[in-house]
C-alpha cells in the first residue's frame, strides 16, 4: 500500500517526479524547455508552495497562474492536447507515488484547475475579461 500525501515532502517529491517526465515528454516537453530553459531552480519552489498552498491550504503562495499561463500562450500556443497531456502526466505520476483521499484530491485540483486556465487563456485570446 502506498502512502498519501501528507505534507512538503510528498509534494516535492511530486512535483520533481511530474517534472521530470514533463521534460521528457514529446506532447509538453518543448513548452517548458522554451519557456524556463535548463534551469529549473526558480520554478520548482513555487510549484512546491503552490501545490502546498492548494491542496494543504497552508500560506505562501502568491503566483498568478492565470495570468503566468496567458503569457506562456502568448509565447507557445496551448493546445487541448498539452492540457490533456499535462493532466494525464499529472496524474499517472500522482497515482505511481501515492493513494488516499489528498492524492485523489490533488488529482481532482489539477483537473479543475486545467480546466479553469485553459477557459481563461481561451477568453485572454478572444479579449475577453480574465478577471
Known amino acids: 500500500m502506498k502512502n498519501d500525501i501528507a505534507g512538503r515532502k510528498e509534494i516535492?517529491?511530486?512535483v520533481d517526479t511530474f517534472y521530470d517526465k514533463v521534460r521528457q515528454d514529446d506532447t509538453i516537453g518543448y513548452i517548458f524547455k522554451n519557456i524556463i530553459g535548463d534551469d529549473w531552480s526558480h520554478h520548482l519552489p513555487v510549484m512546491y508552495q503552490f501545490w502546498e498552498t492548494v491542496l494543504l491550504n497552508k500560506p505562501g503562495?502568491?503566483?498568478n497562474?492565470?495570468?503566468k499561463h496567458i503569457e506562456v500562450d502568448k509565447k507557445e500556443a496551448l493546445q487541448?492536447?498539452?492540457?490533456?497531456?499535462w493532466l494525464q502526466l499529472w496524474r499517472d505520476t500522482t497515482d505511481s507515488l501515492f493513494?488516499?483521499?489528498n492524492a485523489d484530491e490533488i488529482?481532482?485540483?489539477a483537473f479543475l484547475m486545467m480546466n479553469l486556465i485553459s477557459m481563461k487563456v481561451e477568453w485572454a485570446r478572444l479579449d475577453k475579461s480574465i478577471e
Open 80 to 85: 487541448k492536447e498539452h492540457y490533456e497531456r
Open 107 to 109: 488529482k481532482n485540483k
Open 12 to 14: 516535492e517529491l511530486l
Open 99 to 101: 493513494e488516499g483521499p
Open 65 to 67: 497562474p492565470i495570468k
Open 61 to 63: 503562495y502568491s503566483g
